[in-house]
């Protein structure tokens, strides 16, 4: 089972900041099968990325997603309230699929 | 657009088995899409269950492998999730979420999640 490593486990930031998620991998996932999830309280997560870097629909331009082999990011270019939330990668590659321990987002 | 909509009980015992249905509205479950149940346990993280085709073929997580069956209802365009000989680590928010068209993951829609206790 690949083993999804996300850090930090909290990020402490305020609106307009550039936030920066990482999840690593403990075998090779290959760029074509990492996804990564926003989650809010009381609501199911929402596929922001998938293939590692290409936008689900309705995702604004703010989420970028980059990386291949072991190691992945999740950039939010600039902070909007609406993005304080915790994020998850997933990888789809090799059954059975994992999901990261997700990153909180928070405010500053 | 599609919707997905999780149901049955909220309460089950110790070693009984958990049901649930997800129901597809706007789609058909017969379209080129994997289905998928996922959990979330109490302030914990994601676990992928298992996931079925509309052929019927379905994927488990060899974790669960042993206890699970999901199958496929297409005249009522819902898959359904049973979960046998349960215990309290199995008290959780289960997801019905369907695959991105082609892919196994990628989870794009989802229904709103239905929260399972088990407890006597």
């Known amino acids: 089972e690949i083993v999804l490593t996300q850090s930090p486990g909290t990020l402490s930031l305020s609106p307009g900041e550039r936030a920066t998620l990482s999840c690593r991998a403990s075998?090779?996932?290959?760029?074509?099968?990492l996804a990564w999830y926003q989650q809010k309280p009381g609501q199911a997560p929402r596929l922001l990325i998938y293939?590692?870097?290409s936008r689900a629909t309705g995702i604004p331009d703010r989420f970028s997603g980059s990386g291949s082999g072991t190691d992945f990011t999740l950039t939010i270019s600039r902070l909007e309230p609406e993005d304080f939330a915790v994020y998850y990668c997933?990888?789809?590659?090799?059954?059975?699929?994992?999901f990261g321990g997700g990153t909180k987002v928070e405010i500053k | 657009q599609v919707q997905l909509q999780e149901s049955g009980p909220g309460l089950v015992k110790p070693s009984g088995t958990l049901s649930l249905t997800c129901a597809v509205s706007?789609?058909?479950?017969?379209?080129?899409?994997?289905w998928s149940w996922v959990r979330q346990s109490p302030g914990k993280g994601l676990e992928w269950i298992g996931e079925?085709?509309?052929?019927?073929?379905?994927n488990y997580n060899p974790s669960l492998k042993s206890r699970v069956i999901i199958s496929v209802d297409k005249s009522k365009n819902q898959f359904s999730l049973k979960v046998s000989s349960v215990t309290a680590a199995d008290t959780a928010v289960y997801y019905c979420?369907?695959?991105?068209?082609?892919?196994?993951?990628?989870?794009?829609?989802w229904g709103q999640g239905t929260m399972v206790t088990v407890s006597s």
């Open positions: 979420a369907r695959g991105l068209l082609g892919l196994t993951g990628a989870f794009d829609i």
């Open positions: 706007g789609g058909s479950i017969s379209s080129s899409n994997w």
């Open positions: 079925i085709y509309h052929s019927g073929s379905t």
């Open positions: 075998q090779s996932v290959s760029s074509s099968y």
């Open positions: 293939g590692a870097s």
């Open positions: 997933q990888q789809y590659r090799s059954s059975p699929q994992t």
